[in-house]
């Protein structure tokens, strides 16, 4: 799933408390580099500031609530690609080593998005698909899912990256997606025109969302 989630302040608080950070080869976070090449870039640990702030962010989105409702979330690294930079297929930990916390989304936000190449691949049910996040945009996936970054061919690639557990499984997330979609749909209906038979849809619509939410949640 993709949505905005940063906006042009958020952005712009990121780069702030980035601005004389040091980063480190991203080779020395994956195991499978000592095996073949799998990946080239640079990371660098979130500080606890930009930490706490991108996680306000996160714990308080609605989108992410209705339909991931998130227990715990792990602001883990930032990243950047340079020109020739990439990470092959691999898959995410399922535990945070450290906490204990169990891994059951992983999620990546975009810091920019001037550059060229750096797509974000997805190797899902469907096959494997290929975004380029704008400014500001999460992408949402299950844990398990294999996943890769296109090498980057100019400008520098600048993401967040993080996962967070939930007790909501990646088919009732798909269903609560579809739900939040019924909803929205709802609210504009009843924005265009308020009859009784839009409101009493909207009412009933956020009751069902509630209810399996909070259900699917323990």
């Known amino acids: 799933m993709i949505f905005q989630l940063l906006t042009d302040e958020d952005i712009a608080f990121c780069k702030k408390e980035l601005n004389a950070v040091s980063y480190a080869d991203g080779k ?7 095996l073949y090449s799998i990946k080239e870039n640079k990371e660098t640990p979130i500080e606890t500031v930009l930490g706490k702030y991108v996680s306000g962010v996160f714990l308080s ?55 060229e190449g750096g797509e974000f ?36 690639r600048q993401n967040i990256i993080g996962w967070f557990s939930s007790n909501i499984s990646f088919e009732q997330a798909y269903m609560l997606k579809h739900l939040n979609d019924v909803v929205q749909i709802s609210r504009g209906l009843v924005t265009d025109n308020s009859s009784p038979s839009n409101k009493d849809l909207l009412i009933k619509s956020v009751l069902l969302q509630k209810y399996i939410r909070r259900e699917w949640s323990k």
């Open 61 to 115: 989105n609605t989108t992410l609530n209705n339909i991931y409702n998130p227990s715990m979330v792990n602001m883990q690294i930032v990243n950047k690609y340079g020109p020739g930079d990439f990470y092959d297929f691999h898959v995410d930990p399922f535990e945070n080593s450290i906490t204990g916390m169990a891994n059951s989304f992983g999620f990546s936000i975009a810091l920019n998005d001037n550059y």
């Open 28 to 34: 020395q976070t994956q195991n499978i580099s000592k």
């Open 121 to 156: 691949v997805i190797d899902g049910d469907g096959g494997r698909v290929a975004r380029k996040l704008q400014t500001g945009q999460i992408i949402v996936f299950p844990v398990m899912y294999p996943h890769a970054v296109q090498e980057v061919t100019k400008g520098t």
